[in-house]
């Protein structure tokens, strides 16, 4: 059975920084992709970052670009997301996936983690 667990959400101020992290287990993915989305309440979840082991190409949303960073470790499977200069709107529940690189893009992967909280207060 394939879990993925993330860890590292929280209340921050704007400005702050945290980092979240996320293991997956029962599966290897190995040379696949793993990734990040977020839903806030009442929106569409929605694409934040992916890191394709393959090459360790890394790409992100525009919303995103130049404050948040992926990285992880292939052989492990895992996978991080830094988080700096932390906006009110980034305030959401942020999920890790992972799967082929264009499902982990487009959020078609059945392999989700439950989510974990980042509230990011004004």
């Known amino acids: 059975q394939v879990q993925l667990v993330e860890s590292g959400g929280g209340l921050v101020q704007a400005g702050g920084s945290l980092r979240l992290s996320c293991a997956a287990s029962?599966?290897?993915?190995?040379?696949?992709?793993m990734g990040w989305f977020r839903q806030a309440p009442g929106k569409e979840r929605e694409f934040v970052a992916a890191?394709?082991?393959?090459?360790?190409?890394?790409y992100y949303a525009d919303s995103v670009k130049g404050r948040f960073t992926i990285s992880g470790d292939n052989a492990k499977n895992t996978v991080n997301l830094q988080m700096n200069s932390l906006k009110t709107e980034d305030t959401a529940a942020y999920y890790c996936?992972?799967?082929?690189?264009?499902?982990?893009?487009?959020?078609?992967?059945?392999?989700w983690g439950r989510g974990t909280q980042v509230t990011v207060s004004s």
């Open positions: 029962g599966r290897t993915f190995y040379n696949y992709a």
């Open positions: 890191i394709r082991w393959s090459g360790g190409d890394t």
């Open positions: 996936l992972a799967d082929t690189f264009a499902r982990v893009l487009a959020g078609t992967t059945s392999y």
